[in-house]
């Protein structure tokens, strides 16, 4: 473990390189020119020339890349084009928005597509796995803004149950209006990801019902709920573990679209309209940042399923 922990954090520097690289690179061809797009239409050719010159935008690219890699790596962050604010405290307040309510999908996914994965393990090859596993591809294939679209019209427009917005109301405050708020695009996080976490842990507890361990329990005479809350369930999770950081990595993408459809102030939202507005600063750092998350997520989930899986630590020191 300790070995594949120094492996991974030694390709830490390597991989932050290479994404810092794809980031400016990408934001290079975004079209229209900054200048243009901070004054407007109507500016002279001579004050946009001015601005970008200001800017640094007209040096060299590998010059640019290098003052936008020091400036990052040391804190300095650069401020917002269109905000004119510092771009640091700005993208970490929207951080302060997204992960709560990224963390809420997540919390509400795993026991959802654990319940359901074993229950169709458990229904095997019957209507109700066939009910589950069918419905999980549906809503795996169906993107998202679909998804919220129809649950923003069935519970917020036809039924008036839920608010449209996830943005809580100022003064509201309390935890029962957050949920609320939470309610849809929660909803629509989840529905997204459920089909394929649900597969893999129904195909981890099908795999499980068979093993010996398992004959032999029933053969002691075990009833069905201990044999599935002893050896099923925690067997099931070891290859869910990476299908759950797979689709941890996805909420944090699939978070940008939900925002924007449920007006949330969150990260996706601000790498969005930094997208649009050719804010530089703060679409390069927005999307360094969300790249350095995706990491964790990944490496989080890898140490998981080492430490839930004695096999693989076996295989590592063989």
């Given amino acids: 473990m300790r070995h594949f922990l120094l492996r991974r954090l030694a390709a830490v520097p390597v991989t932050l390189f290479a994404l810092s690289f794809l980031v400016f690179a990408a934001t290079q061809i975004l079209p229209g020119d900054v200048g243009r797009v901070v004054l407007g239409r109507e500016a002279s050719d001579a004050s946009v020339r001015l601005l970008d010159h200001q800017l640094g935008l007209d040096r060299p690219l590998l010059s640019q890349y290098a003052r936008w890699l020091g400036h990052f790596v040391t804190g300095d962050w650069g401020t917002s084009y269109t905000l004119h604010t510092p771009v640091r405290g700005l993208l970490l307040d929207r951080l302060g928005h997204s992960l709560p309510l990224a963390l809420t999908a997540f919390a509400v996914l795993v026991p959802v597509a654990l319940g359901l994965g074993v229950l169709a393990g458990l229904s095997h090859d019957r ?63 989840v529905l997204v990801c459920l089909g394929y976490v649900s597969r893999h842990v129904r195909a981890g507890t099908i795999a499980v019902l068979g093993s010996a361990q398992v004959r032999a329990a029933r053969l002691r005479g075990f009833s069905s709920p201990r044999i599935v809350l002893r050896h099923v369930l925690r067997n099931a999770v070891v290859p869910a573990t990476s299908a759950l950081g797979v689709q941890l990595q996805y909420l944090l993408g699939g978070i940008v679209v939900v925002e924007l459809l449920f007006n949330y102030p969150g990260i996706g939202a601000l790498l969005l309209q930094a997208a649009v507005d050719k804010d530089l600063p703060t679409l390069q750092a927005t999307a360094m940042v969300l790249g350095v998350l995706y990491m964790l997520v990944v490496l989080l989930a890898d140490l998981v399923y080492r430490l839930l899986d004695p096999r693989v630590r076996l295989g590592e020191t063989a």
């Avoid at 169906?142 to 003064?171: C, K, M, Y």
């Fill in 127 to 189: 209507p109700l796995d066939r009910l589950i596993s069918t419905a999980g591809l549906a809503l795996g294939a169906t993107p998202e803004f679909v998804t919220g679209i129809v649950l923003l019209l069935v519970f917020s427009v036809r039924l008036h149950w839920l608010p449209a917005s996830a943005q809580t109301d100022p003064g509201a405050g309390g935890t029962w209006q957050t949920l609320r708020h939470f309610a849809l695009p929660t909803a629509a996080l």
